[in-house]
């Protein structure tokens, strides 16, 4: 019993002390200054794990942003594309302008107020100033240029205050007027080259005769000066289709000898027909319009 009792005891005293260095082992002692450096880097871990994720956040909207963009872009030169050729063939068949696509009315403001018309424009009348680099008129003075003056000036039609207003309500409030007046100033340059190299030009117009006075004072006054000659309708012309008119002078100039060496108009009334010329520079418009038919600004959106 007593021996008993001794293991029983020494069994009890040995599991007792082993059971306090077991709890003594599985213990974490920390000072207080190594606590807050534990707690410092783990605030800092965070803080740089949330940065991380902002960061992450931010070039993941850049991009989403990016691709938008491009898509958008894209988009809209398609736009632009589909409509500068619908718009060909509208204008050389007279297409009314209420069969135009709605995309096409809307792609008319924007093609002006992104810039597009003045880089179609610079590329035409550069186009011209590289051809008449190259080829000089003969002596006898029987090479001619037909030039069409209804593109020097703009047409009051044009901008009326409820047209202006619809581009205004596009964010386009004087892009039109300030595209215009750039391509009044690209015009004279051409005119003025065409006149240092000895060039006769005949200026036409769909205007009457009777506004002889008002057009040759309008040119003078905005440049112009020291033409061949100036046509205007006369009285049975004017009941006459434009095609119509511009096709029987150019018939007159060739039945009296003259050679017609390019006609520069952006209007397709003078660049179709017989006796169109050796060239033809195709001004772009920043609308589609025909003087007698339609005016597509008139039928953009309310």
């Known amino acids: 019993m007593e021996r008993e009792y001794s293991s029983h005891s020494l069994s009890s005293r040995g599991g007792s002390g082993m059971g306090s260095r077991y709890a003594m082992e599985m213990g974490f002692y920390m000072t207080p200054f190594a606590a807050i450096i534990f707690i410092a880097a783990l605030v800092t871990v965070g803080v740089l794990l949330i940065s991380l994720l902002v960061a992450l956040a931010v070039m993941l ?87 069409d003056i209804d593109d020097f000036f703009p047409s009051r039609t044009h901008y009326a205050d409820p047209l202006q207003s619809r581009f205004s309500r596009l964010g386009c409030e004087d892009c039109l007027r300030e595209a215009e007046n750039l391509k009044y100033k690209y015009i004279l340059k051409l005119y003025t080259k065409l006149k240092a190299g000895g060039w006769p030009l005949v200026l036409f117009s769909r205007k009457p005769e009777n506004q002889r006075n008002a ?20 009285g049975e012309e004017l009941h006459m289709d434009s095609s119509e008119y511009l096709l029987r002078l150019r018939n007159t100039l060739q039945n009296q000898g003259f050679r017609i060496t390019a006609v520069i108009s952006s209007q397709m009334d003078a660049l179709t027909g017989p006796h169109p010329g050796k060239r033809m520079f195709k001004l772009p418009s920043p609308i589609y319009h025909n003087a007698h038919h339609y005016n597509l600004i008139s039928h953009l959106p309310q």
């Not at 050729?85 to 709605?102: G, M």
């Not at 057009?215 to 006369?234: C, D, K, P």
């Open 61 to 147: 909207q850049s991009c989403e942003n990016r691709c938008a963009g491009v898509l958008d872009l894209s988009k809209s030169n398609d736009n632009y594309s589909y409509c500068k050729i619908f718009s060909l063939h509208a204008e050389l068949n007279r297409v009314d302008v209420n069969d135009f696509p709605e995309i096409c009315k809307i792609t008319a403001v924007y093609y002006v107020k992104e810039g597009q018309y003045l880089r179609d424009l610079n590329l035409t009348i550069g186009m011209a100033e590289d051809y008449f680099n190259k080829v000089k008129p003969l002596e006898d003075g029987l090479d001619l240029v037909l030039m």
């Open 215 to 234: 057009t040759v004072e309008h040119l003078t006054s905005a440049g112009y000066g020291a033409w061949s000659s100036l046509v205007l309708r006369l």
